[in-house]
C-alpha cells in the first residue's frame, strides 16, 4: 500500500469532520485539529526532525468571508477570525506566511485595498 501524502491525510481529516477548518498533518501522517496538539505530539513523539504542515479547508479559501446582503455595511476586518482573514487575504491576492497574525493580516489587506482605490 503506497503511503498517504500530508494532502491526502487532510483531505480525509477535513471530511470526517464538517467542523474543522484547518488541519495540522505531522510528517509522520498524524492530522491535529489545533497546532497546539501537533506540536505536543512533536516534542513527545522522541522522533527527531518531525515537522508539522497546516492545511486550511479548501472552502475557505475559494468562498472568504463575505455579506450576504449586497447593500450591507462590508464587515470590519477587525471583527474577522484569523481564519477569515487569510481567505480575505488569499483573494486579495496576499501571500503570507502560517504564522502572521491577524494584525498583520489586516494590515495587508488595507494596503492593497488602498492601493487598487488610488489608481
Known amino acids: 500500500m503506497a503511503k498517504k501524502t500530508s494532502q491526502q491525510i487532510a483531505n480525509e481529516a ?3 469532520s464538517k467542523d474543522l477548518d484547518k488541519v495540522f498533518v ?3 501522517g498524524y492530522p491535529f485539529a489545533t497546532e497546539n496538539a501537533a506540536n505536543l505530539h512533536k516534542n513527545t513523539s522522541g522522533k527527531k526532525a518531525l515537522k508539522i504542515y497546516p492545511f486550511t ?7 472568504p468571508a463575505t455579506n450576504k446582503v449586497t ?12 481564519d477569515e482573514l487569510r481567505a ?3 483573494k486579495e491576492g496576499i501571500r503570507f506566511e502560517d504564522k502572521a497574525t491577524k494584525a498583520q ?8 485595498r488602498t492601493e487598487k482605490t488610488s489608481k
Do not use: G
Open 71 to 82: 447593500d450591507a455595511k462590508p464587515v470590519k476586518l477587525d471583527k474577522l477570525k484569523l
Open 26 to 28: 505531522t510528517s509522520d
Open 88 to 90: 480575505v487575504a488569499t
Open 14 to 16: 477535513f471530511q470526517n
Open 57 to 63: 479547508r479548501p472552502e475557505m479559501v475559494s468562498k
Open 105 to 112: 493580516l489586516i494590515a495587508d489587506i488595507e494596503k492593497v
